[in-house]
């Protein structure tokens, strides 16, 4: 039976060794008076925890360079961080995300490096000094497929080791899946977190071929 910790805040909780906020807590209900998150940066989403469960199993190395795209508040950031002392960089497309992200990251004392940029903008170069791309539910619209799979030959051709992407089960995340089957090693697998609670979906792993 896990350990069960009482937190002095019910609007903060803990799932795989990092605490999040409730989107009612006080500092986030703030924070939206004054930043208005545009592009579905309002909230931690659950296959969030499908990529924290599935490192925690397949893991990075430690103190790994990492890229979280698409990162809104930043929780796989953070994980990565406080997991595995990784020296992470968050990048999204709204700026707005970033003092959520701050807060998080106070919370669980680590530091995030931001990036705010276009997926499809940028450049081998701007990913050369990465080891591994993360990211979650970052396949929500039909546009966004072809770049990220551009960005995966980006990255792999500017020495990234391996992208891992998280997934409810999207039609065009299985897109973005068959697209990186054709030039890359990808491993797709349907996956589960049990913290905070249940939730299934999908995660594929993709490496440079062989």
């Not at 589960?192 to 299934?200: D, K, L, S």
Request: charge should be neutral; glycine fraction near 6%; proline fraction near 6%.
């Amino acid at each position: 039976m896990p350990k069960l910790e009482r937190l002095p805040d019910p609007n903060v909780y803990k799932a795989y060794g990092i605490y999040l906020m409730e989107t009612r807590h006080r500092l986030i209900r703030r924070l939206r008076k004054a930043y208005t998150p545009s592009v579905h940066g309002h909230k931690t989403w659950d296959s969030s925890f499908l990529l924290m469960d599935y490192l925690e199993h397949v893991p990075l190395t430690r103190r790994a360079r990492v890229l979280e795209i698409g990162c809104g508040w930043g929780p796989g950031s953070i994980f990565c961080a406080s997991r595995f002392k990784a020296r992470v960089t968050a990048l999204d497309i709204d700026k707005d995300v970033f003092p959520f992200l701050d807060v998080l990251a106070a919370l669980n004392d680590v530091e995030i490096t931001h990036m705010t940029a276009r997926l499809e903008r940028l450049k081998p170069e701007d990913l050369a000094g990465f080891d591994v791309i993360i990211g979650s539910d970052i396949c929500f619209w039909d546009s966004l497929v072809k770049g990220l799979h551009r960005l995966v030959g980006k990255a792999f051709d500017a020495g990234v080791q391996r992208v891992i992407v998280t997934d409810p089960g999207r039609p065009t995340f299985y897109e973005f899946c068959d697209l990186a089957r054709r030039k890359h090693s990808v491993e797709l697998q349907e996956w589960y977190a049990v913290e905070p609670a249940y939730f299934a979906g999908e995660v594929v792993d993709i490496r440079p071929a062989a």
